[in-house]
C-alpha cells in the first residue's frame, strides 16, 4: 500500500484538469487495491489465527502459508477483476496484474522451496518504476534510488532475520520484477 501511495503521488499529473478528469478513478482505484491488497487478507490472517489454522502471523512455519497465500490470490483475483472496470490506464492494469502473476508465482514455489514474499513485493515495487520508465518515457531517477535502497533494507533484513537466504530473496525479487515489468513492457513494444 506505501508503495502504492508513493507511486500515484508521484507519477500522477494532478494539474487542475487532471484532477477533474481522474481524481473519481484514482479514487475508486486506490479503495478497490486497498480493500482487496491490505484489508482482506488481514482479515483473512486474523480468522486463520482465531480458528488456529496458523500458530502466528508471522507464519513461520511454511506449510501453514498455503492457505494464506490461496485465499490472498484470490482477494487479489477479485483486485484485478475489480480495477478493469474502471477506467485507468492500461499500463496500470496491467502492473495489478503482474503482482498478481507474481503472488500467483510466490505461492506455487513455496509448496516445495521457501521463497521471500517481502522481496517479491519490493522488486514488483521496482518493476512497477522502470515500468513507468518505458511506458511514459520519463526516468524518476529519485523514486528508482529510493526503491532500490528500500529494496536492499528489506532484503538484508530478511537475511539478516535469518527468515530467508539470499537466495530465496533473490529469487523473490526477480520474480516481482519480471511479472510487473514483463506485460507492460510486451503492451509498450506492441502498441
Same mark, same amino acid.
Given at each position: 500500500m506505501y508503495a502504492c501511495l508513493i507511486f500515484l503521488w508521484q507519477f500522477t499529473d494532478w494539474t487542475e484538469s487532471a484532477q477533474y478528469l481522474y481524481a473519481p478513478q484514482m479514487q475508486t482505484a486506490f479503495a478497490t487495491t486497498f480493500k482487496w491488497t491490505l484489508l482482506a487478507p488481514t482479515i483473512a490472517l486474523m480468522i486463520l489465527? =482465531?480458528?488456529?489454522?496458523?500458530?502466528?502471523?508471522?507464519?513461520?512455519?511454511?506449510?501453514?502459508?498455503?492457505?494464506?497465500?490461496? /485465499?490472498? !490470490?484470490i482477494a487479489y483475483l477479485v483486485w484485478c477483476n475489480q480495477l478493469t472496470t474502471n477506467p485507468i490506464p492500461h499500463e496500470w492494469l496491467l502492473l495489478a496484474a503482474g $503482482?498478481?502473476?507474481?503472488?500467483i508465482f510466490v505461492a506455487f514455489i513455496n509448496r516445495f522451496w521457501l521463497i521471500s514474499a517481502h522481496a517479491t513485493g519490493v522488486g514488483a515495487w521496482m518493476g512497477s518504476v522502470l515500468?513507468?520508465? &518505458?511506458?511514459?518515457?520519463?526516468?524518476?531517477? $529519485? =523514486? /528508482?534510488? &529510493?526503491?532500490?535502497? !528500500?529494496s536492499i533494507v528489506v532484503m538484508a533484513a530478511r537475511v539478516r532475520l535469518q527468515r530467508h537466504s539470499c537466495e530465496q530473496v533473490l529469487a523473490g525479487w526477480f520474480i516481482g520484477l519480471a511479472c510487473t515489468t514483463l506485460p !507492460?513492457?510486451?503492451? !509498450?513494444t506492441t502498441i
Amino acid at each position: 500500500m506505501y508503495a502504492c501511495l508513493i507511486f500515484l503521488w508521484q507519477f500522477t499529473d494532478w494539474t487542475e484538469s487532471a484532477q477533474y478528469l481522474y481524481a473519481p478513478q484514482m479514487q475508486t482505484a486506490f479503495a478497490t487495491t486497498f480493500k482487496w491488497t491490505l484489508l482482506a487478507p488481514t482479515i483473512a490472517l486474523m480468522i486463520l489465527r =482465531m480458528l488456529h489454522l496458523i500458530s502466528s502471523f508471522q507464519l513461520t512455519d511454511q506449510k501453514e502459508r498455503n492457505i494464506p497465500y490461496f /485465499l490472498t !490470490v484470490i482477494a487479489y483475483l477479485v483486485w484485478c477483476n475489480q480495477l478493469t472496470t474502471n477506467p485507468i490506464p492500461h499500463e496500470w492494469l496491467l502492473l495489478a496484474a503482474g $503482482g498478481t502473476s507474481a503472488l500467483i508465482f510466490v505461492a506455487f514455489i513455496n509448496r516445495f522451496w521457501l521463497i521471500s514474499a517481502h522481496a517479491t513485493g519490493v522488486g514488483a515495487w521496482m518493476g512497477s518504476v522502470l515500468t513507468y520508465a &518505458l511506458a511514459f518515457t520519463n526516468i524518476p531517477w $529519485g =523514486m /528508482l534510488i &529510493l526503491t532500490a535502497i !528500500v529494496s536492499i533494507v528489506v532484503m538484508a533484513a530478511r537475511v539478516r532475520l535469518q527468515r530467508h537466504s539470499c537466495e530465496q530473496v533473490l529469487a523473490g525479487w526477480f520474480i516481482g520484477l519480471a511479472c510487473t515489468t514483463l506485460p !507492460v513492457l510486451i503492451y !509498450v513494444t506492441t502498441i
